[in-house]
């Protein structure tokens, strides 16, 4: 079918019992609720002694947190519908002046830290549990308090079944023939190719899949298909882009035309199906005889 594509030690004691903290100033505290993003700043008088509770309902959104003080307990829910799903973040690339925990049921787990060793940009992702999830992020120790740290992230959330969410690799199997027509009509690139060159990136836990594209179906948001040009002659080159997926799953260098679906997610465009050309067209000619398409397939 197609492209067969620790948990981290608390940081501390006070750590944990500021946990308590939060969960006792739930109730009390000011809070922004029901929104994307997030600004605000660290610079009132109490802020280091405070742990200051967040709300966002969005898909997409943005954190900003100037002069970090204290701390943020940053609550994220898929909408108002409960649903599980699996999320990722991204720093900023001038990130500072804080580190993001992930609370698990009873402690919390480092997620972010500019000093863990890994990656500055890698996703850092998790799953929700009843339906949400909580960072915790936790200023770190001011030296210069006029000095501007500023810790900010962008989230990305993608609702899943509860059955999905339990399975690791539930994101490595094929698409099934009624997901292959969703990705079709709803993904944000839609390309055919063949793939040309395949590199597992360690440092990110992803394979990166180089694909020479042979037709553009759809290319929306930001482009992810780009056009080689001779400097010399002036002629147009070979049409290629770069997807990404999971590293897990053991993505195989395959031969022959592919339909790639997916999406842009903080930036990279992810993977989601691969079925082979000739699946897809099977695929395609069932739906338009039974009447099961979804959207006008090409």
């Given at each position: 079918m197609g492209l067969q594509l620790a948990r981290a030690e608390p940081r501390k004691t006070s750590v944990l019992a500021t946990f308590v903290l939060i969960i006792l100033c739930?109730?009390?505290?000011?809070?922004?609720?029901?929104g994307c993003d997030w600004v605000g700043s660290g610079l009132r008088e109490d802020a280091s002694r405070e742990v200051q509770p967040i709300y966002l309902r969005c898909a997409l959104?943005?954190?900003?947190?100037?002069?970090?003080?204290?701390?943020?307990?940053?609550?994220?829910r898929h909408g108002t519908s409960g649903k599980e799903f699996r999320g990722c973040l991204r720093t900023d690339k001038h990130f500072n002046g804080a580190q993001i925990y992930v609370e698990g049921p009873r402690k919390l787990h480092l997620l972010y830290s500019k000093t863990d060793g890994k990656h500055p940009d890698?996703?850092?992702?998790?799953?929700?549990?009843?339906?949400?999830?909580?960072?915790?992020?936790?200023a770190e120790p001011v030296n210069n308090t006029l000095h501007k740290e500023v810790a900010s992230f962008r989230y990305d959330l993608q609702p899943v079944s509860n059955e999905a969410l339990l399975n690791d690799l539930d994101e490595c199997r094929p698409c099934t023939e009624e997901e292959i027509l969703t990705y079709y009509c709803t993904s944000s690139f839609v390309i055919q190719g063949t793939i040309s060159s395949l590199q597992?990136?360690?440092?990110f836990l992803w394979s990166a899949l180089t694909?020479?594209?042979?037709?553009?179906?759809?290319?929306?948001?930001?482009?992810?298909?780009?056009?080689?040009?001779?400097?010399?002659?002036e002629t147009v080159g070979k049409r290629e882009a770069v997807l990404y997926r999971l590293i897990k799953c053991g993505t195989k260098h395959g031969v022959g035309d592919f339909i790639f679906m997916g999406r842009r997610m903080l930036g990279y465009p992810i993977l989601h199906c691969a079925p082979k050309l000739p699946e897809w067209q099977k695929v395609r000619r069932k739906a338009l005889l039974e009447g099961t398409n979804q959207c006008q397939l090409d």
């Open positions: 739930d109730e009390t505290f000011a809070f922004s609720g029901d959104g943005y954190v900003e947190w100037n002069y970090p003080r204290g701390a943020l307990r940053v609550v994220l890698l996703l850092r992702c998790f799953t929700s549990f009843h339906g949400q999830v909580a960072l915790y992020v936790e597992n990136q360690d440092a694909v020479q594209v042979a037709k553009v179906y759809r290319d929306c948001e930001s482009p992810v298909v780009s056009t080689s040009k001779d400097v010399n002659t």
